[in-house]
Every structure is written in C-alpha cells, then in structure tokens.
C-alpha cells in the first residue's frame, strides 16, 4: 500500500493525516514534499497524524527526523499524533520516543501548540 | 534479484510469508520481514548503489531452530563495526543510520561476511525468542 497524505488546519495548526507505508522510495518522499510545502506555505505548526500508518522503516524514520529538525531549524514545530504500536516500538527502541512530542488525542495535540 | 526498491520490496514480502509459514507469530513476521528489507536496502543501495549489472540473492533456511535469511551483494564491502552508535546523543538526530541497529535489534543473531566482491549478512531469528530479547 502506497502511502498518501492529506492536510486540514485546526485552530492554526496543520494536522497532516497520513496513510500507508512510510519507507524508502515514495513514502519517504511524500512526506518530505508535504512539509517542504507547508513550510514553504509559512504552515509551521504541524501535526503529524500517523494512525493509518500501517508500516515504517528506518528511512521512513530518518525522514520523520529530518522533518523535526527542519521545522524547528524554522522557527517552527512538528508534533506526532495516534501512533500504532508498530511505529511506537520502533520510536521507543531507536530512543525518539524522547524526543517527539507525541499524543494520543487531537484535541489534546492542536492545544499543545499554543503552550 | 535485481538491484532495484522492487527487489528489496519482494524480498521483505518472501519474509513475511517464509517467517509464517515457519510459525512466526504477526509481530516477529513484522520485526523479521523489517530485518530483512532493512539489510535488502543496504545490499540494493549502499553495497550495489543501484547498479544494473550488480545483482542480490536472498536465502532463507527454515528449520527447527528458527529461520535463516542470507543476503548477498556485489558491493564494495562494509565495517560494520566502524558505523556509528544511532542512540548516541549526537546522532539521535541523524536522517539516517538505523539500518543495521534496526536489524540487530529484531533478530537474535547478525553475522556479516565479506566476499570478493560484496557483502554477505546471516540473520537468524530463533523460535520462541521474542520474550528473551524484551526482557
């Protein structure tokens, strides 16, 4: 299964809704283009919704990384939603659990970006 | 195979099948067929570097002890030993690097092999085993 992202903005806060598989090839390179244009749109609130995100490899990761530093490098700030226990494992092992603001409830998600 | 991301996708796919077949519960089919595309993808990419001449070949052996997965490129060659730690404080941040660490974190057992000229990786995966490498 491809992977496919879709935005919608909430109180000021992109939530960018994410489905599939995020690996090496075009699920990596979706989501670099989707916050490329976000940023690019001056949207530096994002929130990742990984929910339907079925399957994650260690490029998927690293772009995941790569998209943290890059907003924050701008000013900005990139917070993860719903994540499956397939991606939370992998984030608890490669110790970026720590690292990411994450959340279970978008509601609890789009408020944290004001604190 | 070829050295091409179908390669490294069908090669994760015969994981997941071969590790059910073998007996493997859902999750260490996930964290075996993860194992074995992680290290496709650095056969494929940083041993062959996509070059069409060069090819890949994945082994699996399944007995009663668990399962085995060969993987073979025609690359330059690797050191393992010399990449660098990803949970270091300075590479937590890195864009890359987890391929490997990945790899020896789903499966019990990782040995690389140097060929003349490539790279082989033996992965094994035992039966039974999920409960040990959590505790």
């Given at each position: 299964m491809t992977m496919k992202a879709s935005t919608r903005q909430v109180n000021g806060v992109t939530i960018v809704d994410l489905s599939g598989r995020i690996t090496l090839g075009e699920g990596s390179v979706i989501l670099r283009d989707t916050v490329r244009d976000l940023l690019g749109k001056g949207q530096k609130k994002i929130l990742l919704n990984?929910?339907?995100?079925s399957y994650i490899d260690s490029s998927g990761i690293g772009e995941l990384v790569s998209a943290y530093t890059t907003v924050r490098n701008q000013g900005g700030d990139l917070r993860l939603l719903n994540l499956t226990k397939k991606v939370h494992d992998l984030l608890q092992i490669t110790k970026l659990y720590t690292v990411f603001d994450v959340k279970d409830d978008e509601t609890t998600a789009v408020r944290a970006f004001a604190s | 195979m070829e050295s091409t991301l179908d390669s490294v996708n069908r090669a994760e796919e015969l994981a997941n099948k071969v590790a059910g077949e073998s007996g493997f519960d859902e999750d260490e089919r996930h964290r075996i067929a993860l194992a074995v595309r992680e290290a496709t993808v650095n056969a494929v990419y940083?041993?062959?570097?996509?070059?069409?001449?060069k090819k890949i070949t994945v082994g699996f052996e399944s007995s009663g002890v668990g399962l085995t997965v060969t993987i073979r490129d025609q690359g330059t060659g690797m050191v393992?030993?010399?990449?660098?730690?990803?949970?270091a404080p300075e590479n937590l941040?890195?864009?890359?690097?987890?391929g490997i660490f990945l790899i020896r974190a789903f499966m019990d057992e990782v040995r690389f092999r140097t060929l003349d000229p490539g790279t082989e990786i033996t992965l094994v995966k035992r039966r039974g085993s999920a409960e040990h490498k959590e505790a």
């Open positions: 990984l929910g339907d995100v | 940083h041993g062959n570097h996509y070059d069409p001449k393992p030993e010399e990449l660098p730690d990803p949970l941040l890195r864009g890359s690097g987890r």
